[in-house]
């Protein structure tokens, strides 16, 4: 029997011919078979190579992801060039509106003389009462003291001084405000002072106060305004915050403050 041994460039060479291909039979002639070409891909590159290849799912997620985070950090940009505009908006329509406006000359609980001037550079809280007032005037003190303790807790700001000031100096006296203040918070600070003295720091600050009829015990209820004020270190009216702002909204205002302020005295 004959065989017919190809080196390796034969084959190479036969590999590329086109079927029919010739082979020796053992009876010496030469006889066709068919055959075929053999692929130097696999069985299944040949279809994976006609399909173009996209993203794979791990990239397609990763783009999906950077979009979204694009268009959040946008929207959120956006939310906050808008609050702030609306803060700025805000404080200037306050400060037009002329509120604490002047000097004031009080007594502290401690019978020490105070005027505007002592609380420059500092952040002050302040709210009208009167100390017999049964419910109103305590619940809007705690909910003062309250800010004043959520800001104390972060280093980072600066301290806030809490302010009340009687609207019934008849019965509020220095004596009166420093048992008052003390249940409260160490810093709150008690002002009183004449008559007249009191009208005029309502008066600056837009507070409406009236004396009702007394009783048969001499007790009077006195109505007033309900309202916290915000001022900023240079003295200056910044908010206010009425009976219906929590604690919580009222610290969130505080902050945002704090972080605009720019001194205009300087």
């Known amino acids: 029997m004959l065989l017919l041994v190809l080196a390796p460039k034969a084959w190479h060479r036969l590999s590329h011919l086109k079927p029919p291909a010739l082979v020796w039979t053992p009876g010496g002639k030469a006889g066709h078979v068919r055959c075929r070409l053999l692929s130097r891909q696999g069985p299944g590159d ?7 290849q996209g993203p ?17 950090g946008a929207w959120l940009a956006a939310r906050a060039e808008k609050e702030q505009r609306r803060q700025q908006q805000r404080t200037e329509a306050l400060r037009q509106a002329a509120v604490g406006q002047g000097d004031f000359s009080l007594l502290d609980h401690q019978g020490q003389a105070r005027c505007k001037a002592d609380f420059r550079g500092q952040w002050v809280l302040m709210y009208f009462g009167f100390t017999h007032c049964p419910d109103i005037c ?20 600066p301290p806030v ?16 405000m420093a048992r008052y ?10 002002l009183t002072g004449s008559a ?14 009236s004396a009702g009829p007394k009783d048969e015990d001499q007790d009077y209820i006195v109505d007033h305004s309900i309202a916290i004020y915000l001022l900023s270190p240079d003295g200056l009216f910044t908010d206010y915050y009425s009976r219906a702002r929590s604690a919580e909204q009222i610290a969130d205002s505080v902050r945002r403050h704090m972080a605009a302020f720019r001194s205009v005295l300087h």
């Open 196 to 209: 007249e003295q009191v009208a005029q720091v309502s008066r600056s600050y837009r507070v409406y106060y």
């Open 181 to 190: 203040v003390q249940d409260f918070h160490p810093r709150l600070l008690g």
């Open 138 to 157: 305590p619940d809007e003190l705690e909910k003062l003291v309250q800010v004043v303790r959520k800001l104390e807790a972060e280093p980072g700001l």
């Open 161 to 176: 001084q809490p302010v009340f000031i009687t609207v019934d100096p008849e019965r509020d006296t220095v004596a009166a």
């Open 56 to 72: 794979g799912l791990g990239t397609r997620l990763l783009i999906t992801a950077l979009f979204g985070a694009g268009l959040g």
């Open 46 to 52: 040949t279809g994976r190579q006609s399909r173009p």
